[in-house]
């Protein structure tokens, strides 16, 4: 009998191991295998990479028509005299060391470059001979003679000898009293074509910039106010 119940003993023992491990296998979850996920595709943006233009440089005066030691004093009156000079689109430059039967009033534009020549006459006071150079300079009331130096122009003006003119304002002490003096841009018979042809060279102002009509109605629109007129010899 008691071998019996030993047997007995170890065939539950088996069988109940038996049902606990088939109860834990039914139990148990299957675990899915880990994927590993590829990278999100990098996101490259559609606008346009924008790509500033190269800075291109302005050749001042490629005709080659004015001095340059006369170009170089007159973009450094420009720097000198900034605060007076608003308007830097265009500068004008005068030659006195031409003769004045030749082109010695120059328009340069700064944003191209490009220079136009007129022609302008010198004071009495400054070509007493009348020999066609300007010879001497002053800043006197009634010398009758041109002035050198920086001017800014004023804006148009009209008067009641020379009809209409361009008003010019004198920064530096050899041009100071241009306005009391009356120093403008204006036209003048002596200046024109006709005159030149037959004397050979321009009449001479009072100290003025004089001009042909037909330049003064070129210049006096685009000279405007705030712009430097620098003249030199």
């Given at each position: 009998?008691?071998?019996l119940?030993?047997?007995?003993?170890r065939?539950?023992?088996?069988?109940?191991l038996a049902?606990?491990?088939?109860?834990?296998?039914?139990?148990?979850?299957?675990v899915a295998?880990?994927?590993a996920?590829a990278p999100?595709?990098?996101?490259?943006?559609?606008?346009p990479?924008v790509?500033?233009p190269?800075?291109?440089?302005?050749?001042?005066?490629?005709?080659?028509?004015?001095r340059?030691?006369?170009?170089d004093?007159a973009?450094?009156?420009?720097?000198r005299h900034e605060a007076r000079?608003p308007t830097?689109d265009?500068?004008?430059?005068?030659?006195f060391?031409?003769h004045?039967?030749?082109?010695?009033?120059y328009r340069?534009d700064l944003?191209s470059?490009?220079?136009?020549?007129?022609?302008?006459a010198?004071?009495?006071g400054?070509?007493p001979?009348?020999s066609?150079?300007a010879q001497r300079?002053?800043?006197?009331?009634?010398?009758?003679a041109s002035?050198?130096?920086a001017?800014?122009?004023?804006g148009?003006?009209?008067?009641a000898k020379?009809?209409p003119n361009v008003?010019?304002d004198?920064?530096?002490?050899t041009?100071s009293?241009?306005r009391?003096r009356?120093?403008i841009?204006?036209?003048a018979?002596?200046c024109?074509?006709?005159?030149?042809?037959?004397?050979?060279?321009?009449?001479?102002?009072?100290?003025?910039?004089s001009?042909?009509?037909a330049d003064?109605?070129?210049l006096?629109p685009?000279m405007?106010e705030?712009?430097?007129?620098?003249?030199?010899?």
């Amino acid at each position: 009998m008691k071998g019996l119940d030993t047997r007995l003993s170890r065939r539950g023992l088996v069988v109940g191991l038996a049902a606990l491990t088939a109860s834990c296998a039914t139990g148990s979850k299957r675990v899915a295998p880990i994927v590993a996920q590829a990278p999100a595709p990098l996101v490259v943006p559609t606008e346009p990479l924008v790509v500033p233009p190269p800075v291109v440089k302005v050749q001042f005066d490629p005709q080659g028509l004015i001095r340059k030691p006369l170009l170089d004093d007159a973009l450094d009156a420009l720097k000198r005299h900034e605060a007076r000079i608003p308007t830097k689109d265009q500068i004008y430059l005068v030659d006195f060391q031409r003769h004045s039967s030749l082109p010695r009033l120059y328009r340069l534009d700064l944003a191209s470059g490009e220079v136009t020549a007129f022609r302008t006459a010198h004071g009495k006071g400054s070509d007493p001979a009348h020999s066609g150079f300007a010879q001497r300079f002053s800043n006197v009331m009634d010398s009758n003679a041109s002035s050198v130096g920086a001017y800014v122009t004023a804006g148009p003006g009209m008067g009641a000898k020379h009809g209409p003119n361009v008003l010019l304002d004198g920064l530096e002490p050899t041009n100071s009293e241009a306005r009391d003096r009356a120093i403008i841009v204006h036209a003048a018979d002596y200046c024109e074509p006709e005159f030149l042809t037959r004397e050979g060279k321009l009449g001479r102002s009072y100290g003025c910039f004089s001009v042909s009509t037909a330049d003064l109605q070129t210049l006096r629109p685009i000279m405007g106010e705030g712009r430097l007129l620098f003249a030199a010899a």
